[in-house]
Each structure stands twice: as C-alpha cells, then as structure tokens.
C-alpha cells in the first residue's frame, strides 16, 4: 500500500493551461505539504496544510492554490502556467510539522 | 533564520570505499531537529534518519552512520564500504520550533558510486 500517492506522475502541458495535481496520503498524518524540486535538485517548501488550514505559504505566486478536501488530500492547482513552473512537485506528510515527512513519489511537470 | 550547508556538490568513490556527506547547519534554536533523506535516480525521496537536538549519541544503522556535534554544528552522514545501490542524492534537512518547524533543505550532495 503507498504511504503518499500522487497523480499524475507525468504532466506535459501547454503555457497559459490550468492544471491539478492530486495528493492523498494512508497515513493518518495531521500535516500534509507541497514542495517544489527545480533542475538543480533544489527543494522548497511551497505549502503546508495542518488539519486542513493552511499555515504555511511561502513565497509562491498566486496561480499556485493548494486545495486540502480533508485530512488526507492536498491537491495543487496551478492556473495560467508559465515556462519556470516547469518542476517536479513532491507532497508530503508528517504526523505533526515538527516531525518526520514522508514523500509522495514526485509529479514531473513540463510546461512547452 | 535557519540554514542548511551541504559543501560537496559531488562526489566520486569506487565500491567498497568508505564515504562521508558533510552537513553544517545554522540555526538560533533551542529545540530543532535534523534528518537526512535519499533521492537514488529513480526520484523519490526516501526518509533516512532523525536526530533532535538534545539527543547527540551518534548513531548506526548497517552500512550508515551519523555523527551529530552541536559544538560544531554538524550532522554528517558516512557510508562505510559504498556500493552502486548508494549511488543518489543526499539531502540534509533542518527544521526549528523557531522557525515553526518549516523545513529547510540542503542542496544535496550526489554521491556516485563507481563499480
């Protein structure tokens, strides 16, 4: 059974489309996040949900909304994407944010 | 502000060889806690280890061992005889009850191991 599942793995898509990425997670955790992994294997945190608020948002445009249905999904939706969005968007969970997260295993998105 | 410093970019060892991720970090807390995660060429990201800062008995895990040392603000990771399945990127990671437990990353050092 995975732990963290995201869909879809793969996103090729076309400049100025919105798009959805999806995140569900078995593991009963209380904390979910999206972080962003550039070409350079840089990670960075974008969002965290806790119990469904928000209660991190760094940095990030406002075509950028995370979705959180309830404890277990935090969906990402990008509007009007754009070249630099181009990245892999890893989800995560932890049982509390101080703890240790478990990684969705990433959603390649190329933006042409 | 909490940071993250993984110096070596790369790096190179033949199989067998013993190796060691250096990982320093900065923070002004009290309470934090350290992990380090694996990114082998497949692409997920696997959950290696984690030490909180009051706890500074190194530990061992098969191959893996890591030596946390507040004195000098490192938690280093070493491979004692690599093999090719150690090949990946390693990612040291740092989050603080200051910082509202926001996870900070480093780089990453990708280790290649050569047969």
């Known amino acids: 059974d995975t732990a963290v599942s995201q869909t879809p793995k793969y996103l090729v898509t076309q400049m100025g489309n919105d798009k959805s990425i999806k995140c569900e997670q078995n593991?009963?955790?209380?904390?979910m996040y999206w972080y962003k992994q550039d070409s350079k294997k840089f990670l960075k945190i974008m969002f965290s949900?806790?119990?469904?608020?928000?209660?991190i948002n760094e940095t990030v445009p406002n075509r950028f909304s995370p979705k959180s249905p309830d404890k277990a999904h935090l969906n990402l939706h990008i509007n009007s994407l754009e070249l630099g969005d181009s990245a892999v968007y890893f989800c995560?969970?932890?049982?509390?944010?101080?703890?240790?997260?478990?990684f969705g295993p990433g959603t390649r998105l190329t933006v042409l | 502000a909490q940071k993250v410093t993984q110096a070596q970019t790369e790096i190179s060892v033949v199989e067998k060889e013993d190796v060691t991720l250096d990982c320093v970090y900065e923070?002004?807390?009290?309470?934090?806690?350290l992990f380090w995660y694996k990114q082998p060429p497949s692409g997920e990201l696997v959950f290696l280890i984690r030490?909180?800062?009051?706890?500074?008995q190194n530990e061992i895990s098969g191959r893996y061992s890591w030596n946390f040392q507040k004195s000098t603000s490192s938690f280093n990771f070493t491979i004692t005889a690599s093999q090719v399945v150690d090949s990946a990127v390693y990612f040291c990671a740092l989050s603080g009850q200051g910082g509202s437990y926001i996870p900070t990353f480093g780089r990453g050092t990708s280790l290649i191991v050569h047969p």
């Open positions: 949900y806790n119990n469904k608020e928000l209660i």
């Open positions: 995560a969970s932890s049982q509390d944010d101080w703890n240790t997260q478990y």
């Open positions: 030490r909180n800062s009051f706890d500074e």
């Open positions: 593991l009963g955790h209380d904390t």
């Open positions: 923070t002004r807390d009290t309470t934090y806690y």
